[in-house]
């Protein structure tokens, strides 16, 4: 021992060389492999440029700029391309393209234990658990799936009319951030877990469930990024990530989870006809799996819906034009008499600027701004007509893919819903194909798209139907967080009834 230690202590230079040049051999290798696609210069043989991105907070800029600047695919790492390409996205997600989803979903397991249908990185059973809840998720065989989230809506504006009204002589500051989240929490749990669990209600953030998603999302999607951090992130998981057992966060969650589960296969399947029933009904029957799943669909559908609410509403707020014409469409449509209260996923679908408005915040904010990286088959492929080696992981940024110009047109960078409304059929079909991506494509589609949609349609259309909103700090209207989904708090808002302004 002592003479390993001395010789040690004798040698280190020569160590510290040799663990150099292993380092500069490695790195020159890694570069050579990918040589012909440009990017910034750190990512060609090493991780430091991917990381300084996702510690930035605004992940989606840092890609958006990469890909302007060295087109269709940006090397930002040394095994890593990211895609601004619509149609390279398509391919890879391609029923037979031989892609697999790249160790960068290994992570994203919630549950340190198993997998979801996001994080599953085999194909086979990844295809298998997708069967089992397509019919759920899409609505077919639970009827009451708009029934639901008409509950929570109504829940919504009940909360705002008995707490957060503002008068000419009142003022209640409102942070939209919180309300839009706790109401898509709610929403969400009502159907995952068939109740809401309360949020709203509360006035709070229960279970701190938001404050310590906040705090592990950064880590998670840096150690999706980062192989190294990643191993890290799996091995320190099973030690200290979420456990049923815990009284806080995303392990409370899974416990209650759980709990639904169980009560579930003591009672009658089929008795609820609801999301979870449908699952249990097409042969899921793993409970663990299926608690991994309910958990899951509250992560995915949480920051990215109320992300896209909140993304839209700043917007809209911004723009009198937009905001005269939503709401004239909309008080024409009541008075006329054409909507019910709250409105119908069917209704919203004829009213082409409520449409229009939707449509133009999923494009010009696309609530998961991408990467999602894929690996490249055995024997390589051809992308934008180059080599790509197998193994070679293939990302994409969404916010640069929703700035095409030859698909919407020169304004891009400008939120304008008569770039839908003006457009003839051929150009909208274009554009609703490509704003379509922003929930993913092919098999690896996001399942929860009907969901997210009428949830998105119906509250914009209810919340403007009654109310005005004014920011109260213009000049720094949220502060936005942006890992793979966004993160938004301090949104201060002024809520009057319409019928009360002036
Ligand atoms: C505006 C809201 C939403 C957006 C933009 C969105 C976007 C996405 C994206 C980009 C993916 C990943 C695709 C990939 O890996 O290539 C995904 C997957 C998924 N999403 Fe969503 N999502 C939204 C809301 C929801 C909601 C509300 C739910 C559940 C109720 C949900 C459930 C899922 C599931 C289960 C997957 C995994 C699909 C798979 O890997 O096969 N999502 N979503």
Redesign the pocket.
Known sequence: MASTIAFLASSWPQLLFTLFIIYVISAIAAWWRLREFKGPWLGKFSYLWMASAELSNEMNNYYMAASKKYGKLTRVGPNDLVSSDAEIVRHI?GVRSGYT?SNY?DVMKIDPYVH?????TSPEV?TT??AY?ANG?SGKENPHLEDELDEVLKLFVGMIEEKYISTKDVLKVTDFSDLTSWY?LDS?TR??YGRSFGWMKEGKDLFDYMKLTLEILPIMVFSGAVPIAGSLYLLLGRIAGPSPKDKKGIGRLLGLARDVVEERFQGDIGENQDMLDSWIRHGFTDRRRIAA?IL???V???D??S??LRATFLHVLSSARVMRKLTAEIDEAVKAGRVSDPISNEQTLKLPYLQAVMKEG?RIH???S?L?F?KVPKGGDVLDGRYVPEGTRVGHS?WAIQRDTKVYGPDTDVYRPERWTDADAETYANMEKQVD?????G???????P???M??QKTLFELFRRYDFELLNPSRPYVEFCHI?FVHTNMKIRITRRSDSD
């Open positions: 997600n989803k979903y979801n249908t996001f994080s599953e990844h658990n997708r809840m998720y898509t969400l159907i995952a799943e899951f669909q509250i995915a559908g949480g990215t819906v992300g896209a999923l696309p609530p998961s991408g999602l894929k969404m991506l922003v929930f993913g494509y098999r690896w589609g996001c399942m929860g798209k969901v997210a949609f949830t998105l989904i």
